[in-house]
């Protein structure tokens, strides 16, 4: 983790830091920009302590007004522009023989002279892979301060392939777990964690090998696929430039180009004994920030919309939607900054300009308790008639459970040839709303009795029937319209805290905490209504002068104030009333 000196521990370093912990990863903070005028490194590293815990050690420290380093754990000599070196490195010593119990009783009998080398070394490392340890290294990237102690300490001390825990794969439906071996001779298993559609190479596909050799010239699987391609390019990618390479190894990271099956968190193998491998997928947050597009221009909808496709492809957390009913395309992102960025991607990089506003909400309807619906479908024009006749019972289920629907019908007094119709009428309500027009979820659908006609009763008529019992029903279950809750944080200078707490009060947000930030920013936690916040960046920055950002993160949906449902379902004239 890259802590830039000058700016101090930013809200994302925090969250990421949250991140590899719960995923078990050795971490190392590196404090860059350590020449940079006006910074308290002694305040910051205490900062870095207290918000990521006394584990977190200097393993160096600046020297010199931020123009060298001296080494706190080898060669614990010299003189730091802040602290005492012997001290860190006596911090050190005191936090690495704590995991090892034989190191331990060495060090309590003999002292530090009774270590061996090689005996602290392997401590020193245990510390790291266990998250016992936490280096904290000082680097200054402008004039290098620091960089040639930091690669002997990647060299010396940080995981390599072959140890740690390398992550456990699932294998089949069952999800067998499936141990990848960091040996070359194996058949190859790679994980594609990163998608670039380049303008110049094509589409690249950048994996991980953990497993076997991937070698130019041979032939790779993508997930279950049964037609393999050929690896004729492989790259090492560094920065701009794509090097071509032989082989890359367990361990190594390399690109593949113009593989159009290749998507993000694809396995790559090359046999079918692989097949059915996959990780365990990213918990991403869920996008809610939305803009709805169209092209500034007529006639590049097709442009737009492949653009937007190859966007979606490199960025698991953008998200296309488009609305059917009211011909209405809209992108989803983590906030207003990265749609903004998004945009300017399809600008830049496809020469595609558009025109967005905020877009409709995402509302849902659901019942809030138990009712019965009944409706008889029956139809004479001439000839055979349509006859039909649903009885049916609905019950709310747990906010995310979706729906279901159950046949409870005995006796035979509906077909279960039939029960296909009904289940589709009642499918035709939840895909369009009841009392607002909204996505219907969170019901069970029980069908219990009905009627049928030896002639007249066709799929058409139980159709009909199935969809105008569920509305029947609907009408007497209390049905409610909820709305989503995002989880809100807003970063603010700390004399705009009080602005900023006091409007979140009048957009019905619940204020959870807050805390401190360097250099005078707070934190504020809280939870809103989506429709509430979604154009908070501009009143964020009249509050704030500019200075404020927040980020948004799905949380869950909760019903909506009565007189907030009132005008959803005014403005919503309902189809099933205008037949």
């Not at 991980?208 to 690896?231: C, I």
């Not at 006639?299 to 209405?328: M, V, Y």
């Amino acid at each position: 983790m890259v802590i830039n000196a000058a700016n101090g521990i930013e809200h994302s370093s925090a969250r990421l830091m949250e991140y590899a912990k719960a995923r078990r990863l050795c971490r190392l903070i590196i404090v860059n920009k350590i020449d940079h005028g006006d910074i308290d490194l002694e305040w910051l590293t205490e900062q870095l302590r207290e918000q990521f815990g006394s584990e977190c050690l200097p393993i160096n420290l600046p020297a010199q007004g931020g123009k060298a380093v001296v080494d706190c754990f080898y060669k614990p000599d010299g003189q730091s522009d802040f602290s005492s070196v012997k001290d860190a490195h006596q911090r050190i010593i005191d936090q690495v023989v704590e995991i090892n119990e034989t190191v331990m009783g060495h060090y309590l009998e003999e002292g530090e002279e009774g270590l061996s080398g090689e005996e602290l070394h392997d401590a020193f490392e245990q510390c790291l892979r266990e998250g016992h340890l936490v280096p904290i290294c000082f680097v200054s990237a402008r004039t290098g301060a620091g960089v040639s102690e930091l690669l002997d300490l990647f060299e010396k001390l940080m995981p390599n392939p072959l140890e740690g825990n390398p992550p456990m794969f699932g294998k089949g439906d069952g999800n067998e777990p499936f141990q990848t071996e960091p040996n070359g001779e194996k058949h190859v298993v790679a994980d594609v964690f990163k998608i670039i559609n380049d303008p110049f190479v094509g589409k690249l596909g950048i994996f991980r090998v953990y497993q076997g050799t991937v070698r130019r010239d041979t032939q790779l699987f993508v997930d279950d696929g049964k037609k393999p391609f050929k690896v004729g390019h492989l790259f090492k990618i560094r920065g701009k430039d794509h090097q071509e390479i032989d082989d890359a190894i367990p361990g190594d990271i390399a690109a593949v180009a113009k593989v159009e099956d290749i998507h993000f968190d694809a396995i790559l193998h090359d046999s079918h004994d692989e097949d059915h491998i996959h990780l365990k997928p990213i918990d991403f947050p869920q996008p809610m920030f939305g803009l709805a597009i169209e092209p500034a221009t007529r006639g590049q909808e097709q442009k737009l919309g492949t653009a937007l496709h190859k966007l979606a492809e490199e960025d698991p957390c953008f998200r296309i939607e488009h609305n059917k009913e009211l011909n209405e395309t809209v992108i989803r992102g983590l906030g207003e900054l990265h749609l903004r960025v998004m945009l300017e991607r399809l600008k830049e990089r496809y020469q595609v300009e558009v025109k967005s506003r905020p877009p409709k909400i995402a509302y849902r309807e659901t019942v809030s308790s138990n009712a019965d619906g009944h409706h008889r479908h029956k139809k004479q024009t001439g000839g055979a008639g349509q006859f039909g006749e649903v009885f049916l019972r609905i019950e709310p289920l747990p906010r995310g459970s979706g729906f279901e629907f159950v046949d409870d019908v005995v006796g035979g007094s509906i077909p279960g040839s039939f029960l296909p119709a009904i289940e589709k009428g009642v499918r035709m309500v939840l895909e369009h709303g009841a009392i607002a027009g909204y996505v219907l979820q969170d019901v069970r659908v029980i069908v219990y009795d009905g009627k049928h006609h030896p002639v007249d009763s066709k799929e058409v008529a139980f159709v009909s029937a199935g969809k105008k019992a569920f509305l029947d029903a609907i009408t007497k279950a209390r049905p409610i319209v909820l709305e989503p809750i995002v989880n809100l944080d807003v970063v603010v200078p700390e004399v705009a805290m009080g602005d900023v707490t006091g409007g979140l009060s009048t957009k019905r947000a619940r204020i959870n905490g807050t805390d401190s930030q360097r250099g005078g920013e707070i934190i504020i936690k809280a939870q809103v209504p989506l429709a509430e916040v979604s154009d908070y960046t501009n009143e964020l920055k009249a509050i704030s002068g500019g200075q404020g950002r927040y980020s948004i993160e799905f949380s869950h949906y909760e019903a909506v104030p009565p007189h907030v449902q009132k005008q959803l379902s005014e403005a919503y004239k309902p189809k099933h009333e205008e037949e």
